[in-house]
């Protein structure tokens, strides 16, 4: 004979009860989080969408006015005033040049200094007012350091219209960037990975020079992408330091005191956005609506190539410089 079954008590009921309450309230929260989640995601999605649209749509007009004037002669001969047919040859180099000379300067400094703050520099009001420092100089305009640059190097110490004032204006408009993203940079590898280091014997520095600094090579290349683009596009600081003009460059002069000599770093030097701005306010030239556009177009055009080349060329160290490249060479 089986057992009769035992009947369900009351607290066994509320017990049961409570718990299909329960699990219909998890599941209405559940279903109110996806849709918050779908939401959110869809209004991301569109902000994204819409900024992607609009940069394209930039680069897009802005190439679609100007490729079509660039030319081997618009790109090599020298600009011409009240007279059409001229060129940005002299703009190109000086431009390069510029930013060949600033990136010299404002890279190692930069990188010093990021280390510095990240590695040895004590937490305390000092440090603090240094970063603060940094944080209100990465804020101001860049006609306001272009007015210091024409003050400290054309002026006081008497430099003039030149190459150097506009690189070394450029090296304090570009520091606080620099030092910023690389200190993040520097500060986001895993303390594990230092920690590992010192466990094998190095020293703080060797460290810092073969762990630290290659895991953190992405972040470095992106800040001297930013810098870069910001050295190639500017020229509120440029106009009152580099100065508006180019002298015709002679290849075949390698006196550095010539004006015609392209290595001259005391010699004025116009660069392509300052063109763009010149051609397009003094309305000297009569086609200078299409060489502003052309001018434009090439600007685009290079700093594109740059960030693509820089950006392969850090993927490149950083597998060299970290575990993948060891694991090649062994291989």
């Known amino acids: 004979m089986t057992a009769p079954s035992t009947p369900p008590t009351p607290d066994a009921e509320g017990d049961e009860v409570v718990s299909a309450a329960e699990g219909v309230v998890t599941t209405a929260l559940t279903a109110r989080a996806r849709r918050s989640n779908t939401i959110a995601t869809v209004i991301l999605c569109v902000i994204a969408s819409i900024i992607c649209v609009i940069l394209i749509g930039l680069i897009g007009y802005i ?42 300067i404002s890279v190692p400094i930069g990188l010093g200094a990021s280390i510095y703050l990240c590695e040895y ?13 940094i944080e209100v100089l990465s804020s101001l305009p860049s006609i306001v350091v272009g007015l210091f640059g024409m003050l400290l190097f054309v002026i006081q110490l008497g430099w003039g219209f030149s190459v150097i004032s506009g690189a070394l204006t450029l090296t304090v408009f570009n520091l606080p960037i620099l030092v910023r993203v690389i200190e993040q940079a520097l500060a986001s590898v895993p303390s594990t990975q230092r920690e590992a280091g010192l466990a094998l014997g190095l020293t703080h520095w060797e460290t810092m020079l073969h762990v630290t600094i290659p895991a953190a090579l992405p ?44 290595l001259n770093v005391m010699r004025p030097a116009e660069t392509l956005a300052v063109h763009i701005w ?9 086609d200078g609506h299409a060489v502003a556009n052309g001018t434009a177009a090439l600007l685009i055009i290079v700093i594109l190539a740059f960030n693509l080349l820089m950006r392969s060329l850090g993927a490149h160290l950083s597998k060299r410089l970290t575990a993948g490249g060891t694991t090649g060479r062994e291989g």
């Not at 010149?278 to 009569?286: L, Q, Y």
Request: with cysteine; net charge neutral.
């Open 278 to 286: 010149k051609i397009s306010s003094e309305g000297i030239v009569p």
């Open 219 to 262: 972040g470095i290349v992106t800040s001297v992408i930013l810098s870069a683009g910001r050295v190639f596009g500017e020229a509120a600081a440029l106009i009152y330091t580099a100065g508006q003009s180019a002298p015709a460059l002679d290849w075949s002069n390698w006196n550095l005191l010539s004006l015609s000599c392209p």
């Open 121 to 133: 520099a004590p937490d305390n009001r000092m440090t603090a007012g240094i970063r603060t420092a």
């Open 63 to 104: 190439l679609y006015n100007g490729v079509g004037h660039l030319s081997w002669s618009f790109l090599t001969s020298i600009p011409q005033s009240f007279k059409a047919g001229g060129g940005i040859g002299p703009e190109i180099f000086n431009s390069l040049y510029l930013l060949v000379l600033t990136l010299l």
